[in-house]
């Protein structure tokens, strides 16, 4: 079953935050994420959650998106973001 990263980013460093992306992208590519949503105009349908910027990664299985998330390139890319925002983020399997 397919497997989703799903993050609810916050960028307070743009600057920093685009180094983030950087090494971020590097881990994608290593494990095979395929990128469906990366930031983009986005409107509230329902409720108070009204998120900056959305960001959602498809991946072959969970064990592929806990991989992605735990790999070294994917430790440095959070390391890179220390100070530069903020982001909420979970995996979750579906079609």
Same mark, same amino acid.
């Given at each position: 079953? !397919? ?9 307070? !460093? ?5 180094? +983030? ?26 409720? *108070? ?11 072959? *299985? ?5 991989? +992605? +998330?735990?790999?070294?390139? +994917? ?21």
């Amino acid at each position: 079953m !397919n497997a989703y990263i799903i993050a609810d980013v916050t960028v307070t !460093n743009e600057d920093q935050m685009k180094l +983030y992306r950087e090494w971020s992208t590097r881990a994608m590519q290593e494990h095979g994420a395929e990128v469906l949503v990366r930031g983009g105009r986005m409107e509230s349908l329902e409720g *108070d959650w009204n998120p900056q910027r959305i960001v959602v990664l498809k991946f072959k *299985d969970l064990a592929s998106a806990r991989a +992605y +998330y735990d790999s070294e390139t +994917y430790t440095q890319a959070r390391k890179v973001r220390e100070g530069a925002g903020s982001i909420r983020m979970v995996a979750v399997e579906g079609i």
